[in-house]
């Protein structure tokens, strides 16, 4: 089944560290690839998308990902991380590019944060 | 500060009552979307309308009923719900349906059904 996968459900960092957060995809095209973040008690806001070119991209908030075809995945980092990173991340898909806006999204990483 | 506004932010119901969630949203968009969010799940795409027009109803059960009025405003109508039914109802809006405009996102109304 096509499916959108962030395998770990919990991460915790010391403020300061690097951060990498996975998501692997198993759609066939190369779909469009987004990272959201939902902050506790609200929505989700975009942080980066990925739609063609340049396989690094940089988002908000000093955030970067990097699509691989090779490994169908889209990993999220940030080299230093905030205490006010902590957050829920999601990893979206969007299979068919070029046709309606179709978000598939994985389960979330949930991103804990100690001083 | 968001351009999507959804309200109430919370709402507690029994099976047997009728309530509403609004969505208003202030971007100027023509697509607006219903999500559900519910614990250890991805997102689901529940409702999407383009134009006013629903182009999309994902299997969701008839007790969830969409009504869009205009292009500014999503309603999720709700009666004889389920305690599964419970979660965090998300609406977003995006210019239109073309791939590639970044859907934006209201803070969600958190749904209780007991």
């Known amino acids: 089944a096509q499916s959108v996968t962030q395998p770990d459900i919990h991460i915790t960092v010391s403020e300061g560290a690097s951060l990498e957060l996975r998501c692997n995809y198993s759609?066939?095209?190369?779909?469009?690839l987004f990272w959201y973040v939902q902050s506790p008690g609200q929505g989700l806001q975009l942080l980066l998308k990925y739609f063609s070119g340049d396989t690094l991209v940089q988002g908000i908030k000093g955030f970067e990902a990097e699509f691989k075809r090779s490994q169908s995945s889209f990993n999220l980092r940030k080299p230093s991380v905030h205490w006010s990173d902590a957050a829920e991340y999601f990893c979206a898909v969007d299979p068919y590019g070029g046709g309606a806006n179709n978000l598939f999204f994985g389960t979330g990483t949930r991103l804990t944060v100690i001083p | 500060e968001t351009g999507v506004t959804q309200t109430p932010r919370h709402l507690v119901m029994g099976m047997t009552n009728k309530k509403s969630l609004k969505c208003e949203q202030h971007l100027g968009h023509n697509a607006m979307y219903w999500y559900k969010q519910s614990a250890k799940k991805p997102l689901e795409l529940m409702f999407v309308?383009?134009?006013?027009?629903?182009?999309e109803n994902n299997s969701v059960p008839s007790r969830f009923s969409p009504e869009c009025p205009n292009s500014s405003h999503l309603f999720l109508h709700l009666h004889t719900l389920q305690p599964e039914d419970s979660a965090l109802y998300l609406c977003a809006s995006s210019q239109d349906r073309r791939t590639g405009n970044t859907i934006y996102f209201g803070e969600g109304s958190w749904l209780t059904v007991v």
């Open positions: 759609y066939g095209a190369t779909p469009y």
């Open positions: 309308y383009n134009f006013k027009e629903q182009t």
